[in-house]
């Protein structure tokens, strides 16, 4: 039985990769979850695993802790979710985001080789896997997409950092040999997504009567990905990708900010209308939910235009796709929070109220 570290397990897309592995090896597989519990981390989304995986608090810049972690329970997988992630708290703390997300990784990356080398050679069937973003290329024009190949042109303190961090474990393949993966994949959505991203933040306002706070004109655009098919991505990656390269993770769902804002609002109020049972979580009269909700604010600084990636690479030598249609997917995550109103609760604390506050009301 193969033994894997999920760093960041505890997050949106870290505890939907732990369930996902679960649901699919049962007790096939041994899971190690470090997470340092920050305001996205919630070990109630991995309330009903916890008895399958090992659960350890703690942080992935601690080098003794991660190296005990390595000793102890014989780790043969890394999968790297750990890091700062929201461009706006980038923006308001940078250096936050690179004490996790750089020196962090350096620090996994270190711990790793020095567990997994013996004798000047890599035990046999390690890896490493970066999960990375597609922000690290910058932004794109109306018309093209990200490969592989294009050059990294960070434009917030998150894109430079989770760079950075793509550049190390870059260098660690290159120096040592590591036998390191990265994928970069497009914007997630789905279940257990903390409420300071687009889709969970505009389900929460609507159903709280709340106003809905779209950035600029709203015509940025970003390609969609259903967060189940993300990780089933990074599963065949981890396992069957060639060491040392890049994957692209896309959906094919490109969708204008502002176009996403009327879809949650037209999918709510249909499910408010043919589902009465969904009506109690409602915190205002069903009347109120439209498109006057929709505010225009003050746009984020150094807001990138488009993102697009192509997947043509996991896809040939993969035989990966994006199995989830986002006319699917966006219906599943909507029913999900509305009967999940308990999970949201838990995890919106003060800390959000105060951050919701000063990023969005003007």
């Known amino acids: 039985m193969k033994t894997y570290l ?4 505890a997050g949106f897309i870290g505890a939907n990769f732990v369930k996902y592995m679960l649901s699919k090896n049962g007790s096939g597989v041994s899971l190690v979850v470090l997470d340092k519990l920050t305001y996205a981390g919630n070990l109630k989304t991995l309330e ?10 703690g942080d992935i810049c601690d080098a003794k802790l991660v190296s005990e972690v390595f000793t102890n329970y014989g780790i043969d997988f890394v999968v790297n979710f750990a890091a700062e992630s929201h461009v706006d708290r980038s923006i308001e703390n940078p250096q936050l985001f690179l004490q996790t997300n750089i020196l962090g990784t350096q620090n996994l990356l270190d711990c790793a080789m020095k567990s997994w080398m013996i004798d000047q050679m890599y035990k046999k069937d390690v890896r490493f896997l ?9 932004s794109l024009g ?9 050059p990294l042109n960070p434009r917030s303190p998150y894109a430079a950092s989770k760079s950075s961090a793509d550049l190390f474990v870059q260098a660690y393949v290159e120096t040592y040999q590591f036998p390191a993966l990265i994928t970069r994949c497009s914007n997630n959505y789905g279940p257990y997504h903390f409420p300071e991203k687009l889709i969970p933040l505009i389900i929460k306002n609507i159903l709280e009567g709340k106003q809905l706070p779209v950035y600029g004109d709203g015509t940025n655009v970003r ?3 259903y967060v189940e098919d993300h990780c089933k991505a990074i599963d065949v990656v981890l396992h069957n990708g060639r060491v040392g390269e890049v994957y692209n993770v896309g959906g094919h769902n490109e969708r204008k900010n502002v176009e996403i804002v009327k879809i949650t609002i037209d999918h709510i109020k249909n499910l408010m209308e043919n589902n009465p049972e969904y009506h109690r979580v409602l915190k205002t009269e069903l009347s109120n939910i439209n498109y006057d909700l929709i505010k225009f604010v003050k746009d984020r600084k150094g807001h990138d235009k488009r993102y697009a990636v192509d997947p043509t690479k996991i896809t040939t030598e993969l035989s990966w796709y994006p199995e989830t249609k986002f006319e699917d997917g966006i219906v599943k995550t909507i029913k999900w929070y509305l009967e999940n109103q308990k999970w949201v609760e838990d995890v919106v604390s003060r800390d959000y109220q105060d951050y919701y506050n000063k990023m969005y009301l003007w």
């Open 6 to 9: 999920v760093t960041g397990g």
């Open 48 to 57: 009903t695993e916890l008895t399958d995986i090992k659960f350890i608090r």
């Open 130 to 138: 970066q999960v990375s973003t597609d922000e690290v290329y910058g």
């Open 142 to 150: 109306d018309v093209g997409y990200f490969s592989e190949k294009t």
């Open 223 to 225: 390609d969609w990905l």
